[in-house]
């Protein structure tokens, strides 16, 4: 059996917008997640019209089809930059070294696909050599910020025995603060190399990239003595795509259209409670942190 989940900015899904698609897919009895912002409802098979049916409510809904199957995961493996916070810390650290733009445009690129992330994170970092290390904190003070619902995804899937993972291209003088904040059980990230109170300009070896995020959801599942099936896995660029992949549900949240293209779920209206609607809680069921 397959679900429709349908999910929306809270008070803008449409009833009678969901009884339209149920009845136009053939679909069985509408459960109301949250009133007027997410709900589901049982078919048969995936509509082989999928992608041009979402298209058509992409401006009001996120419409996604997934197994009904082991939907509550026991793992969440999630990215950083974009994803549980607002920002990218590289690029934050580059405006106050005066070479924001330049890095920005850097790291777009890099996340759509279009350049190779560990030769782009390369050129970003050297231009951040001789900057302060004191600038990582007013960084993290001044300019960062959570994204809404993780706290509440965080402790809604502690309290169901899930264990949380953040895992990033960033670097670790961030995720372990973001990491501290939102109640993460581990994380892992790069290492941004400093001496005598300053930045080199160089990052730690070996660089974490795509292929090392699909090693720590290998490593740490069977550490746990659970599968990639077990695993919720969140990021928006294209070195998330290998674990997006692997696990057994894997969003795209807020994502870069190369990503979007090559992900089967995608959360463009909702914020990170929507990895709760996916797994089939009602927003009854989650705990606030």
């Known amino acids: 059996m397959q679900i429709a989940s349908l999910i929306?900015?809270?008070?803008?899904?449409?009833?009678?917008?969901?009884?339209?698609?149920?009845?136009?897919?053939g679909g069985g009895t509408v459960s109301w997640l949250s009133p007027d912002e997410a709900?589901?409802?049982?078919?048969?098979?995936t509509p082989g019209n999928l992608d041009e049916i979402r298209a058509s409510i992409a401006?009001?809904?996120?419409?996604?089809?997934?197994?009904?199957?082991?939907?509550?995961?026991?793992?969440?493996?999630?990215?950083?930059?974009?994803?549980?916070?607002?920002?990218?810390c590289i690029d934050e650290l580059a405006e106050e070294a005066g070479v924001g733009a330049?890095?920005?445009?850097?790291?777009a690129r890099a996340m759509n696909g279009e350049l190779d992330f560990e030769g782009a994170l390369i050129e970003r970092v050297a231009l951040l050599k001789s900057l302060p290390e004191s600038v990582i904190d007013k960084v993290v003070e001044s300019r960062i910020t959570l994204m809404p619902g993780g706290k509440t995804l965080l402790a809604t899937m502690h309290a169901a025995g899930g264990h949380c993972v953040l895992v990033s291209g960033g670097f670790t003088a961030f995720t372990t603060r973001v990491s501290a904040l939102l109640g993460f059980d581990e994380n892992r990230a790069n290492t941004l190399l400093i001496e005598n109170g300053e930045l080199t300009g160089e990052v730690g070896r070996p660089i974490l990239g795509r292929e090392a995020k699909v090693q720590a959801l290998d490593e740490i599942t069977a550490r746990l003595e659970i599968?990639?099936?077990?695993?919720?896995?969140?990021?928006?660029?294209?070195?998330?795509l290998g674990m997006l992949t692997r696990a057994g549900l894997g969003v795209a949240l807020h994502a870069k259209p190369s990503v979007q293209a090559?992900?089967?779920?995608?959360?463009n209206h909702g914020d990170l409670t929507a990895l709760l609607y996916l797994q089939g809680y009602a927003r009854g069921e989650f705990v606030t942190a």
Do not use: Y
Not at 9 to 23: E, Y
Not at 70 to 86: E, G, P
Not at 227 to 240: L, T
């Open 8 to 25: 929306a900015k809270p008070g803008q899904l449409d009833p009678a917008l969901v009884d339209s698609l149920r009845n136009a897919l």
């Open 102 to 107: 330049h890095v920005k445009e850097i790291t």
């Open 227 to 240: 599968s990639a099936c077990d695993v919720i896995a969140v990021g928006d660029g294209a070195n998330d």
């Open 262 to 267: 090559q992900s089967d779920l995608r959360v």
């Open 59 to 88: 401006e009001m809904a996120d419409l996604n089809v997934l197994t009904e199957a082991n939907r509550r995961k026991r793992m969440l493996l999630a990215d950083m930059d974009s994803t549980m916070i607002q920002q990218e």
């Open 39 to 45: 709900a589901e409802f049982p078919l048969e098979t």
